[in-house]
């Protein structure tokens, strides 16, 4: 064997694939935090001024309750 076929015999097992229980966790961790970033800006955050939808309050109307009950101040 020449040097250069003793390098790639040594490198073709070096990376591993990952576990798929480790990306599927991965995935539903990641898609779990986007959820709730999302619903936390809806239920505390979104108001008139920094809403994404301008001066719409439908969405703060229907989380109205939700927010109060959550301890939210909105007024």
Same mark, same amino acid.
């Given at each position: 064997?020449?040097?250069?076929?003793?390098?790639?015999?040594?490198?073709? @097992?070096?990376?591993?694939?990952?576990?798929?229980?480790?990306? @599927?966790?991965?995935?539903?961790?990641?898609?779990?935090?986007?959820?709730?970033?999302?619903?936390?800006?809806?239920? @505390?955050?979104?108001?008139?001024?920094?809403?994404?939808?301008?001066?719409?309050?439908?969405?703060?109307?229907?989380?109205?309750?939700?927010?109060?009950?959550? @301890?939210?101040?909105?007024?």
């Amino acid at each position: 064997m020449t040097a250069s076929h003793e390098s790639v015999a040594r490198w073709s @097992g070096a990376v591993d694939t990952p576990d798929s229980t480790v990306v @599927g966790t991965a995935l539903w961790l990641t898609g779990t935090t986007v959820l709730a970033v999302i619903a936390y800006y809806f239920l @505390g955050y979104d108001q008139g001024a920094v809403s994404v939808f301008g001066a719409d309050t439908h969405v703060h109307e229907f989380v109205h309750d939700a927010r109060h009950l959550l @301890g939210f101040p909105c007024h």
